[in-house]
Every structure is written in C-alpha cells, then in structure tokens.
Nanobody
C-alpha cells in the first residue's frame, strides 16, 4: 500500500507557473504508475466521477497528457526521492481545481488517464488561477 501527500498548490495570476509535488511512502515508489488528476469547482462527485485526468507517467518513464494541458504541463518523477511532480506553465483560469496524485501498481493493465484504474490517492492540493 502506498500513501500519497501532495503539495505546491497556490493562487496565481493567469500566465503564471506552479510546481506540484507528491511524495509517496509505504511501498517502493518505482513499482507504481503515477497520475495527476483534477476536480474543478462545482464538479464534485461521489467516488471521483468528476475527476479529469491531467497527466500520467509510467514506471518506464512513458508520459501522457490531456489535450487541454499539452505544451503547458510537464509530469516527471524522481524515484530516488519517492516523488512525483507536475510543472504547470502558462496557467489559465480553467486550470483552477483541486489537484490529486494517484498511484497504481505496475502490471498488465496500463491506467493512462482513467481515474478508476488507480488504487491510491492523495488528499489533494488546491490550484486557483485568476484572470
């Protein structure tokens, strides 16, 4: 089992940048495919139905991004530090959301940006972008 803690969320002006971090503990980080998800205000749902996949990175460093963030966001991981990162540039008001990191033990099913495939979730960090 892996425990995830996000940090780095803040309030910024449109066009600004933020770097989110997610620290994992409890299980070898390098065994997990990781993802970032977000839930915009007013889209709260039970069981994460309103979650939007933002970016994912696999154990082999393969990366994928939602179309809405391509070219602006960069996902990365540092296995030595048990950490996942999301570099966010040129932020827009529509990026305002609670951001969550998630983990799925690497196996035959690749989780991509499908939130229902991830087993472990952090508590989230709030990003607010004002125009």
């Amino acid at each position: 089992q892996v425990h995830l803690v996000e940090s780095g969320g803040s309030s910024v002006q449109a066009g600004g940048s933020l770097r989110l971090s997610c620290v994992a503990s409890g299980s070898p980080f390098n065994l997990y495919n990781m993802g970032w998800f977000r839930q915009a205000p007013g889209k709260e749902r039970e069981e994460r139905e309103g979650y939007e996949g933002v970016a994912a990175i696999y154990v082999d460093e393969e990366k994928m991004y939602a179309d809405s963030v391509k070219g602006r966001f960069t996902i990365s991981r540092d296995n030595a530090k048990n950490s996942l990162y999301l570099e966010m540039n040129n932020l827009k008001p529509e990026d305002t959301a609670m951001y969550y990191c998630a983990a799925k033990r690497a196996g035959t099913v690749l989780p991509a940006l499908a939130h229902w495939r991830y087993n472990y979730w952090g508590q989230g960090t709030q990003v607010t972008v004002s125009s």
